[in-house]
């Protein structure tokens, strides 16, 4: 395992801090902790310098986890027994289709001139010959699909990691993956969905649908660590992590449907990659 990054004390770093404890003192907070009330805190909470806020992140984390079982673990079970997997294989290419637009800027912003020109080929051989994105013909001609966001383009150009955060709904994050959420949100082609009804329509689908990617893996997280938050937490640092000190080098191809910055597989069989929380998207 790669050794997770130092946040340091430098001004970067202290901004982050500053503004993760004012996102805590919000209105949201009372709510989550009322949800999450139950949630496990161990004694020594909050020591670890990657994970400053561990006693509120561990109430967000339960929190996330009632809302998945209740809610977003039975909804994908309906959707994947009702919906046949060609379709449903159809459903996820297409949105990792427009996703290759994110890919594009990304890439481009980072000044990886060839990533940027395997996702324009990508988006626009998918498009066609893939029938709006329904089938990933550019992988079988060797184009494979390099996953980038803004959080890892701050990365490429020196912004530090901040602490870790968990989000509501959104799960696992650095505090500068949680701060790229917000451009990836504009350049992600699904905002210009008209009517709103239509919008959310497309979202929940892509929510419903990439939930149900994970019923075989999520299932097995418990088993995989004694603490599944530690687990959930370490992994997702080392990945990013690794992703960055990777350097020009695009990472291997993840399975069908992996999650490039899921945690890594335990040691120990059984062990699968571990998707964020409930509403996590692939990254």
């Avoid at 594009?104 to 010959?129: C, E, K, P, Y």
Wanted: aromatic fraction near 8%.
């Amino acid at each position: 395992m790669r050794t997770l990054p130092s946040f340091g004390a430098g001004p970067a770093a202290g901004g982050a801090t500053r503004i993760v404890r004012a996102l805590l003192r919000s209105a949201l907070l009372p709510a989550l902790l009322a949800a999450g009330g139950c949630a496990t805190v161990p004694a020594d909470a909050g020591r670890n310098p990657v994970d400053p806020f561990e006693r509120v992140n561990r109430q967000v984390y339960e929190f996330n986890e009632r809302f998945d079982r209740a809610v977003a673990k039975p909804v994908a079970q309906g959707y994947a027994k009702v919906v046949p997997k060609p379709v449903r294989n159809c459903v996820g290419n297409f949105f990792a289709n427009i996703g290759e637009v994110g890919n594009v800027i990304n890439a481009t912003l980072q000044l990886h001139a060839a990533d940027a020109a395997a996702g324009v080929g990508r988006f626009l051989i998918n498009s066609t010959a893939g029938l709006a994105g329904c089938f990933d013909v550019a992988r079988a001609m060797g184009l494979e699909r390099n996953r980038q966001d803004f959080g890892l383009t701050m990365g490429r150009w020196g912004v530090p990691p901040g602490p870790y955060v968990v989000l509501p709904f959104m799960g696992p994050r650095s505090l500068r993956d949680a701060i790229g959420e917000v451009p990836d949100y504009y350049t992600d082609p699904v905002i210009l969905v008209n009517p709103r009804i239509d919008y959310y329509l497309v979202y929940g689908t892509r929510f419903v649908d990439l939930r149900a990617q994970y019923l075989d893996a999520s299932s097995l997280v418990d088993a995989a660590a004694l603490d599944p938050y530690q687990f959930v937490r370490d992994g997702y640092l080392q990945r990013r992590s690794a992703r960055l000190q990777d350097g020009d080098a695009a990472p291997p191809p993840p399975p069908d449907n992996e999650d490039p910055d899921s945690p890594p597989a335990a040691p120990a069989a059984p062990a699968a990659p571990v998707p964020g929380q409930a509403g996590a998207a692939p990254r």
